[in-house]
């Protein structure tokens, strides 16, 4: 009779044992978050895929139950591609996508989600967006407000002004919207033209010259951008211009800030955020979110703030290539 009751305890341990442990490995389950997004192209994605990267560091330092895996994408055709072995080589169950375009990706993002994978969409957003289940985004409105009333208080509420836009966008509109919002309520503010120049500081020169050659005398420039800052004040050191007060860029770029803590260049006295950190921000608020069985709300939008001489080392980043 021991002998069979000391089997029985026995017996019942090794089941306490084994109970205790399902939770334990329950908790231990890893967690893979995939990110996908284009190639470093242009300096906004070098400096996006470099956050992507600090992003994967962090959390993989600081969190032992998940794996980041970072792709990037020459094109939409290959981003497509790679979010298909991310599900069935990699086996992720998150996904945090920057879409190479809205529309060519949509399909290929909805059939991850399809396949029970959490999905948060940055920047570009879906053309459908029951295929994701978070967004994450600057602030594209504040990103042309702040530059409008920036430009109207230093010019006095009086003025002649130029614009440069980005490549004709739904976000590029929205900017531009929010823009023109603030001037109206400035008739003394005329803008003389506004050109797409496609967020690159070679076009940003030539449409610059040839609002110089326009426009004989103009108060601002409203770059939109920092690259394009640096076609704009290159066409205004050529052209010998000393009309013009101020150059308004926009995200942030790091030579930009530089400028502006140094004060190196009267012309660029302040700048907005919109800071190619948000990759960083929505893959750890989404690891983080996941490890801990939560969600993030449907949109999230990260705040452009005026940066100027006195904050302006808060958005220094040395060691990113943006």
Known sequence: MQRVTRRLAVAAATLA??????????????????????AATHSFMAGAVYWANEAKKDL?????????????????????????????VNKITSLVVFPFESAALTKP??????KGVYVTVVDRGLTDTSAQDAYVSGDNTAFGKIPAEYIAKALGGKGEIVAL????????????DAFNAVMKNYPGIKLLDAKHANWNRDDAFKVTQDFLTRFKHIDAIWAADDDMAVGVLKAIDQAKRKDIKLVFGGAGAKGAIKTLMDGSDPLIQANVSYSPKFMYDAIKMTGEARLK???LPATNIVPSVLITKQNAKEFYFPNSPF
């Open 17 to 38: 044992l084994a109970a205790a442990a399902i939770p334990a490995m329950a908790q231990a389950k890893k967690e893979v978050l995939g990110v996908s997004m284009p």
């Open 60 to 88: 993989e330092k600081n969190n032992p139950n998940i794996q980041v895996i970072v792709k990037t994408a020459k094109d939409a055709s290959e981003q497509a591609n790679q979010l298909q072995d991310l599900v069935t």
């Open 109 to 114: 993002v909805a059939q991850v989600k399809a």
């Open 165 to 176: 836009r980005g490549i004709p966008t739904t976000l590029d509109n929205e900017r531009m």
């Open 293 to 295: 069985g939560q969600k």
